[in-house]
């Protein structure tokens, strides 16, 4: 089955695809259909509902069913930290930027939320996702990953998730940044389980 994934975050898509590759599914990204990527003002009041947005703007645009999602990231005391991107950039326009210095801001932001928590917080990762069919019908599923988010730099920080060198993964006890792969699969299984939910009949 062929599903197009609502989203230009090459990343996010590979790590879908390494989720789901003991099943038939195919993700392809609006690029491999020849589709325009879409800008999606994300002003819902849900991650759920930002989901759907970014789902309903390729809605028409192809006949398969659209994966979306949006991520938040939860630290104990404060909830679900909103904008930490549009905080991080301070005023800067995104698109104006290179990776590298969206990677360096967000990492700057993080490393400050731990350390105006003594240095080291209990954070999660809380995924929502909606599958859009073609006839305009929607399923949603969500994962949580609990970790400890650090003010200090554990390993390679990758260009797209910056974040991953901050913090360790209470599921496998280790700093995200320096998993193996089957640890990196461990930590992502709340993931693989909400999409496979989701996709596989």
């Not at 789901?20 to 819902?44: A, Q, S, Y």
């Not at 930002?50 to 192809?62: M, Q």
Request: aromatic share 6%; glycine share 6%; proline share 4%.
């Amino acid at each position: 089955m062929k599903i197009l994934v609502a989203t230009n975050n090459v990343a996010k898509v590979e790590r879908y695809r390494k989720l789901l590759r003991d099943t038939d599914i195919e993700l392809v990204t609006p690029k491999d259909l020849g589709i325009e990527p879409e800008d999606v003002e994300e002003n819902g009041k849900t991650l759920a509902e930002n989901a759907e947005l970014k789902a309903r703007a390729y809605f028409g645009k192809t006949d398969l069913p659209i994966l979306s999602n949006d991520a938040g990231f939860y630290v104990e005391g404060e909830g679900l930290v909103q904008a930490p991107k549009r905080i991080a950039l301070d005023g800067r326009g995104e698109y104006t930027l290179t990776q590298e210095e969206i990677a360096e801001a967000m990492m700057r932001f993080w490393q400050e939320k731990a350390k105006a928590h003594g240095g080291s917080v209990d954070a999660a990762w809380v995924d929502d996702f909606v599958l859009l069919s073609s006839d305009g019908s929607l399923r949603t599923a969500s994962s949580r990953r609990e970790c400890l988010l650090t003010d200090t730099v554990h390993g390679p920080v990758h260009i797209q998730l910056p974040i991953r060198a901050l913090y360790i993964s209470k599921m496998t006890g280790k700093p995200s940044a320096l998993h193996t792969h089957e640890e990196d699969l461990l930590e992502l299984k709340p993931i693989q389980d909400a999409l496979v939910s989701l996709l596989v009949p």
